[in-house]
């Protein structure tokens, strides 16, 4: 239950409502201005949320606004040592404390324990913070992001859940709470709250992208298409993460539409939208897209055009600024250093994985072997040896391991379609036809699984079902074709 009771200020100190509401202690207007367009600027993926900087120094005695500009200026890099200036941030916001409202002192202590004791502690203080201040979306948005994280999908639509009765009037709520209900399972609920968000605020970039999953779940990629298409001008003034990431799921889609016939289009979206040319990258969100796209697209039509691309990638990646940063990243980047023919440098990176996971994940022995298999796995597969993927990964390889990489499951269905083709290499042909029949169960929509159980069916003598799967297979694609003729304008 959301707290009833009413704080008593001390009237010897300034206290203003923020946007939810809320009491935080500043003698400064333009801190609180700044503070309420920080909180949108998170919600929306806008561009300019470094403006809790100007927040915090527009009143250095503020503890909410110092606390988030802190954590602002070292979640980046998430290193165990402060930059020099989120120190000094992190120092004033403890210090102001003693004077913050109750509000403030939680939202602090939640990010003190971000920064200082890990992603549990501070996960069960957002909790905290939401069921005594659930009006807070900045702290269900900065809850569900570690919830992702650390693959724990059923908290994301919990603490969406909590917030939700007290803040209907606000889309960004609705997309938040679309998201979770997406990512466990519930994906009819997941499009009617995406759709709500989108009723509310129709520019809400998290709402599209949550739409996005739902549909490309139900394999109803045209549909999908159409939304962003509408959707993509919008997305000019967002951060580059979100921007590129979406752009990620439109080529996605044209993949899972048109296969091979929508090479020429997913080459143009990559080559425009999600990595460009001759940019310093930023953000190890944008090696996540371009990675992650290549290596489906190397999966799904096998093209030697990806090498050009992935030898690009790996240039910049060299000097592995973004290492640990991401586990995803350091996956993806193992498979790119050996398709890139620098084995060295995917044997030292998935060596480095398996240091950091040791450390980091004794409590989940099942989790931690896993990531680590998929570490070894793509080091044989960035040279080719997809037989040795295949013994690596082994006949019980699942995806749901995984969630602790921070990714979403059509992010994941790159790995589960990676061990199909390998296990099909490897022989292992019984285990491949239980997989690809409940891939085509799940999502009869996807030819590519059709066309991996007709190989499956094939080598297993049953010839019957190979011919009915490859039938499948041929009519989904040949729609695909068609569909994708007439929207062939639409990206290029």
């Known amino acids: 239950m959301a707290s009833s009771s009413v704080e008593k200020p001390d009237p010897a100190i300034s206290y203003k409502n923020d946007l939810w509401g809320y009491e935080v202690r500043s003698s400064s207007d333009d801190c609180i201005t700044f503070l309420n367009k920080y909180y949108i600027e998170v919600l929306s993926y806008g561009r300019d949320k470094r403006v809790i900087l100007q927040a915090a120094d527009a009143d250095n005695c503020c503890a909410l606004a110092c606390g988030l500009a802190a954590v602002y200026l070292w979640a980046p890099q998430k290193s165990t040592t402060l930059p020099p200036r989120a120190l000094i941030y992190l120092t004033a916001a403890k210090e102001n404390l003693v004077k913050a409202s109750k509000y403030e002192e939680l939202v602090v202590r939640a990010l003190v324990a971000w920064i200082e004791h890990g992603s549990e502690d501070a996960l069960a203080r957002h909790f905290e913070v939401l069921e005594s201040y659930p009006r807070d979306l900045l702290t269900l948005k900065r809850g569900q992001t570690l919830c992702f994280n650390m693959g724990r999908s059923a908290d994301m639509l919990r603490l969406a859940l909590k917030a939700l009765p007290f803040n209907v009037e606000r889309g960004y709520v609705f997309g938040m709470l679309a998201f979770a209900l997406v990512e466990v399972g519930s994906i009819r609920e997941g499009e009617s709250a995406a759709r709500m968000a989108l009723t509310i605020e129709?520019?809400?970039?998290?709402a599209q992208h949550a739409l996005c999953h739902a549909l490309e779940y139900q394999c109803r990629f045209k549909e999908a298409l159409t939304l962003m298409n509408i959707s993509c001008s919008s997305w000019l003034t967002r951060c580059s993460f979100m921007r590129e990431h979406n752009w990620w799921h439109v080529a996605a889609c044209q993949l899972e539409l048109g296969g091979r016939s929508a090479?020429?289009?997913?080459?143009?979206?990559?080559?425009?939208?999600?990595?460009?040319?001759?940019?310093?990258?930023?953000?190890?969100?944008?090696?996540?897209?371009?990675?992650?796209?290549?290596?489906?697209?190397?999966?799904?039509?096998?093209?030697?055009?990806?090498?050009?691309?992935?030898?690009?990638?790996?240039?910049?990646?060299?000097?592995?600024?973004?290492?640990?940063?991401?586990?995803?990243?350091?996956?993806?980047?193992?498979?790119?250093?050996?398709?890139?023919?620098?084995?060295?440098?995917?044997?030292?990176?998935?060596?480095?994985?398996?240091?950091?996971?040791?450390?980091?994940?004794?409590?989940?022995?099942?989790?931690?072997?896993?990531?680590?298999?998929?570490?070894?796995a793509l080091c044989e597969c960035g040279r080719g040896n997809l037989k040795a993927v295949a013994e690596i990964l082994g006949s019980t390889f699942y995806t749901g391991n995984l969630k602790v990489l921070g990714a979403s499951n059509e992010q994941l269905d790159v790995f589960e379609d990676l061990w199909c083709i390998s296990s099909l290499r490897a022989g292992h042909v019984t285990q491949v036809v239980e997989v690809a029949e409940r891939l085509t169960r799940e999502k009869p929509g996807i030819s590519f699984a059709w066309r991996v159980l007709e190989e499956a069916y094939s080598k297993s003598g049953q010839a019957p079902e190979a011919i009915f799967a490859g039938s499948r297979a041929r009519v989904l694609e040949l729609a695909g074709e068609e569909e994708l003729l007439n929207m062939s304008s639409l990206y290029l």
């Open 263 to 376: 090479l020429k289009t997913v080459l143009y979206i990559y080559d425009e939208h999600i990595w460009g040319s001759q940019r310093v990258i930023k953000n190890p969100q944008t090696y996540i897209n371009a990675l992650g796209l290549l290596l489906r697209m190397e999966i799904r039509v096998d093209s030697s055009i990806v090498q050009e691309r992935i030898l690009q990638v790996v240039s910049s990646l060299k000097e592995r600024a973004f290492e640990h940063q991401e586990l995803l990243l350091d996956l993806l980047a193992i498979w790119a250093f050996g398709r890139a023919d620098q084995p060295e440098e995917a044997i030292e990176m998935a060596e480095s994985v398996k240091s950091k996971v040791l450390a980091v994940d004794v409590h989940k022995p099942s989790t931690m072997q896993c990531v680590i298999s998929l570490a070894a």
């Open 202 to 206: 129709a520019q809400d970039i998290w």
